[in-house]
């Protein structure tokens, strides 16, 4: 399971970052990778939690293909139960997010049978799905193309974060496929209308215009104001309670979509009462009255 989440302990002490030890909790873990999807996705965090996973497909864009798909999903499902981690940032290696589909893998593709197909594209809903439902929060940080797929998983994070030069597009049209996979996230982050508009002709956008749809949620000027992005959204979560982040992503599943009657007044009082009586509802409120940082926000604290 560990073997894309492979880091030199050296590389480690050159970045900054913490090697963990426990191969089952911990998704940074020091060992011999033999996969074949050895060094396709690398997996950096702090001692604090921040975690930065990277597409490492440079000389591709960063392209899909299957292995890389395998790669994802590996590495969002350890990291969705794996202790410490308080946030997730999703980057392209090489100054591109994702380009999309790997023209060799989608020639396979053409030579496959439907059923193969129907196979192979559902590892794609899944690896999508396991970035969705991680609890902690995931942040896109884009830079370059962000084209089919790759706009899809920018679209499937809580936030997303562009330089100024970054570009997008919907491109599957021109290839006469359609952007089925991605469609469930892409639509709930930037609506009906705007899907239709951007799907249907697949015109390439920039990031001013993905923020200003909600593709979006922030523009950088350039490469190191991304990464000043990066450390500001994780001093802002870190100090938040790591159960409440999950809870209030869940909160808003349960909630969207939902007529504001009774019961959905009685269960927004059962979940906030919960959350009152909860350990870090009593912590939090216990160190807000003491003046005093709460558990979670302590320096150095793994969450």
Known sequence: MAGTLAMAEAQARQIGTSVMTNPIV???VELVDTSPTAGLVQVEGTIEGAVTVTLNRPARRNAFDADLIAALEEVFRTLAGAEGVRVVFLRGAGGSFCAGGD??????????????????????????????????????????????GGA?????????VAT???RFSFSEAKLGLIPATISPYVI???GPRHARALF?????????????IGLVTEVAADAAALDAARDRIASEILACA???VADCKRLVE?????EIDHDLMQDTARLLAAARVGEEGQEGVRAFLDRRKPRWAEDGAPG
Not at 254 to 258: A, F, K, P, S, T
């Open 188 to 190: 709930r982050a930037i």
């Open 200 to 212: 249907t002709t697949a015109r390439v956008f920039d990031a001013a215009y993905a923020e200003r």
């Open 152 to 160: 899809g998983l920018a679209a499937a994070c809580d936030l997303a």
């Open 26 to 28: 911990d998704p940074l």
């Open 164 to 166: 100024a030069g970054a």
């Open 103 to 148: 023209l060799e893998w989608m020639r396979q593709g053409a030579e496959r049978s439907e059923d193969e197909n129907r196979e192979d594209t559902f590892e794609v809903a899944k690896m999508l799905k396991a970035l969705d439902d991680l609890p902690q929060l995931t942040v896109a940080l884009v830079e370059g193309s962000a084209f089919a």
């Open 254 to 258: 349960r909630v969207h979509g939902r």
């Open 242 to 244: 790591p159960g409440a």
